[in-house]
């Protein structure tokens, strides 16, 4: 089992939809047992509408999902577009 945190729904001030990230888990360390669900393929996302994007320098809104899955990468993806 996988635990990720999901980044995605990323937009710009000017609205540029920006593409999603997939996340290890383990880089939010116990804070990841507090805000994930317990469940396989249960996911709890948050919205957040004062993020920075470090690649182009600006401020964004963007939508944060934490979850543990068996889902490979490429189907994450699909979903999460």
Known sequence: MR??????????????KL???I??????????ENLASEGIDDP?????NDG??????????YSQTFIRTEKTDDQLLEEYK
């Not at 729904?9 to 540029?16: A, G, K, Q, R």
């Not at 996340?23 to 990841?32: K, R």
């Not at 709890?44 to 957040?48: P, R, V």
Request: proline content about 2%; charged content about 20%; hydrophobic content about 35%.
């Open 44 to 48: 709890i996302t948050y919205e957040h």
């Open 23 to 32: 996340l290890d888990g383990s880089l939010w360390g116990a804070d990841f």
């Open 3 to 16: 635990k990720l945190v999901i980044e995605h729904n990323i937009l710009t001030s000017s609205e540029e």
């Open 52 to 61: 920075f994007n470090k690649f182009t320098h600006q401020k964004v809104t």
């Open 19 to 21: 593409p999603t990230i």
